[in-house]
């Protein structure tokens, strides 16, 4: 009795035959179908774990049959195979439902490597989720239903959103959901690693291969092996690092820096950025032949202004782990200060809430957050969100500094630098205050 059940589809019988063989060593039970007719009779009367398509058949192409499966019988993991090169079709087969691709000639050990992933991708799977990927809105509920889908797939996905809206949290939880959840995750900013150790970062590189590599290192794809490589920021990769990246992409291998021979990779490639890809390309500063590679299935994260209804669950979860965090009894928040954060618009999202979750948590006395202790930064109204959205990070965090520290400065001389009377003139405790002016550096 064979443990599990696939279907081949291909109309070349030595393909068939090959396909049969290596997987049959597998322990698998095989039918075999030499048309789209024949497969969906066969997937009408038996039930399988995994199906194997060739593009090119009689009848049609293995893309009409992913279609069919995914409305017939969605949870069958299927991989198309296809022409050596052919990448617009393996995208077009992925966008369209499939598992993942295979290239001809077919290297016996990818196929492997594919069937066990796609094997574990239809188990059954207890679903996973962040402490911080909560919230019952519409946006909220739509984006983790698509996570849970995703998440069985081998497709590449661009996550966008602005900064500080949890990109890397869904990409954690797609790897978390996935068939690689047991691999690891490996996330790196492309922004943060500088141009000239990019190379050897990403691909790893030989001793001796230049002036200060003094052993071998792995790069980070190696490291990803069987799981998940989740390239931060990659709108911040410079062009000659976009050239290579499509072609470890797109050829599944890597060559280390100061070596010959490719390395084969096994990894899923899960990419994020806050800018608008599209206006990169048309400033020249994107590869368009990439931005195509990376966006095979796209995933909006949406601003915390946008799922303002999920305030107080999120609240509640961000001060659950700062007193798991700091094993302390649980903090509250007043009404007023829920009230206070509900009308503040976040700029920075959910990364701004927990900074300032956390700011309030250090400072507030006993049990209870009020809404002075958080300490909200004043916006300029000159300052839309579709201005903020283009600043980065780092950029918006010293634009409310230097908002933040201009309006202490205004109230210290109106009030001839009494401390007292310019927390009163703030509104905030002169506690509050003092953190502040430490925090900002104007406490001398």
Not at 111 to 122: D, F, G, M, N, P
Not at 217 to 231: M, N, R
Not at 312 to 333: G, N
Request: proline fraction near 4%; charge should be negative.
């Amino acid at each position: 009795m064979k443990k599990n059940s696939a279907l081949i589809v291909d109309d070349e019988p030595d393909i068939l035959e090959l396909l049969n063989i290596t997987l049959t060593r597998m322990d698998f039970g095989c039918i075999l179908a030499a048309s789209l007719k024949e497969a969906k009779q066969a997937l009408a009367s038996h039930k399988f774990d995994i199906c194997l398509t060739d593009m090119r058949m009689p009848d049609g192409n293995g893309i009409d049959l992913v279609k069919h499966i995914q409305n017939e019988h969605p949870d069958l993991p299927v991989a198309v195979i296809t022409a050596h090169g052919n990448v617009d079709i393996a995208i077009e087969s992925m966008k369209a439902g499939a598992f993942d691709f295979l290239s001809k000639p077919i290297d016996i050990e990818r196929l492997r490597a594919l069937v066990k992933t796609a094997i574990k991708s239809s188990s059954p799977k207890e679903t996973l989720e962040s402490e911080l990927l909560v919230g019952t809105t519409d946006v909220m509920r739509k984006l983790k239903q698509q996570i849970h889908k995703l998440a069985r797939s081998q497709a590449p996905i661009l996550i966008t959103g602005e900064s500080g809206c949890g990109k890397e949290l869904i990409a954690r939880s797609i790897h978390s959901q996935g068939p690689r959840s047991e691999g690891p995750f490996i996330a790196i900013n492309c922004g943060a690693i500088p141009r000239e150790l990019m190379e050897s970062e990403f691909f790893g590189h030989k001793k001796g291969s230049f002036t200060g590599a003094n052993s071998d290192k792995i790069g980070l794809f190696q490291a990803a092996e069987g799981g998940t490589l989740f390239l931060d920021e990659v709108a911040d990769l410079p062009l000659d690092m976009q050239v290579k990246l499509l072609r470890a992409i797109q050829e599944k291998a890597i060559r280390p820096v100061g070596t010959q021979a490719e390395q084969k990779t096994n990894i899923r490639i899960l990419s994020a950025t806050h800018k608008n890809l599209q206006n990169e390309i048309g400033a020249g500063n994107f590869r368009q032949d990439l931005y195509y590679r990376i966006n095979v299935i796209h995933l909006h994260a949406p601003a915390l202004r946008d799922r303002i209804e999920d305030l107080e669950v999120l609240t509640s979860a961000i001060l659950d782990k700062l007193a798991l965090t700091y094993e302390s009894e649980k903090i509250a928040l007043t009404p007023e200060a829920i009230r206070h954060l509900k009308r503040y618009p976040f700029p920075g999202n959910v990364r701004e809430l927990e900074n300032t979750l956390e700011r309030a948590f250090t400072l507030c006395e006993g049990n209870t957050i009020r809404h002075d202790d958080l300490q909200l930064a004043p916006i300029q109204p000159e300052i839309s969100c579709t201005q903020s959205d283009e600043l980065n990070g780092q950029a918006l965090d010293k634009k409310l500094e230097d908002i933040e520290r201009a309006f202490i400065t205004k109230a210290l001389e109106e009030t001839r630098w009494n401390r007292t009377e310019a927390a009163q003139h703030l509104g905030i405790s002169f506690r509050s205050l003092r953190y502040r002016l430490k925090k900002l550096g104007m406490d001398e």
